[in-house]
């Protein structure tokens, strides 16, 4: 019997996977098709098949999320093979203000935090930039290198606007409208930062 057929004799309405689960039920069952048809809407089997098609789903939603999970975990060992053969290890650009010359200066008892208000202020008055268009930095990327020179960024490490005097201090900071672009002012001095 094909699933027009059924369609046709029971005026029901299935889709070809609850078709399936309706056929095995007709070659179990003991007579033709229209006693087939006849029986099945009279003992209203069709929430059989609905009850068997969900089950048969839930079987399959579960085998495909375990191999999804079987997945996942060679994708993350097969990562972290590839992380050992490339070798990453910390990176800092040379051409900015090392973390070690940052820390040294906020472990300073007398180093002071300053507010992003006095920090804009001073950038504005030493060196000349629109007050308004001064947007303090509060923390810069970290980056990781390779064996073959290839950066990745792996997060981000707080720098807070400290001042201890004027040639010792560290405030990172961009214009606003230039978002490739930042600044580092170190020591009273202005040099760009390369992010």
């Not at 095995?24 to 609905?50: P, S, T, W």
Request: aromatic letters at 10%; glycine letters at 4%; charged letters at 30%.
């Amino acid at each position: 019997m094909m699933i027009q057929e059924f369609e046709k004799l029971t005026a029901l309405t299935v889709t070809p996977s609850e078709y399936d689960t309706i056929e095995q039920m007709y070659y179990e069952f003991d007579g033709d098709k229209r006693a087939f048809c006849k029986k099945f809407v009279e003992d209203n089997r069709i929430v059989e098949v609905l009850r068997l098609n969900a089950a048969d789903l839930e079987a399959q939603k579960a085998e495909a999320l375990s191999e999804l999970h079987i997945a996942n975990e060679k994708i993350r060992r097969l990562e972290a093979a590839l992380d050992r053969e490339l070798e990453w290890q910390p990176y800092e650009d040379t051409h900015n203000v090392s973390q070690a010359d940052y820390d040294t200066l906020a472990k300073d008892h007398t180093t002071r935090e300053l507010t992003d208000e006095e920090a804009a202020d001073m950038i504005a008055s030493e060196f000349g930039f629109d007050r308004s268009k001064i947007v303090i930095v509060h923390e810069v990327i970290t980056y990781e290198i390779n064996r073959h020179h290839q950066l990745r960024k792996v997060g981000t490490t707080p720098r807070k606007a400290l001042f201890n005097a004027w040639d010792w201090n560290y405030i990172v900071f961009n214009i606003k409208g230039n978002v490739t672009m930042g600044w580092e002012m170190h020591d009273g001095a202005l040099q760009q930062y390369w992010a």
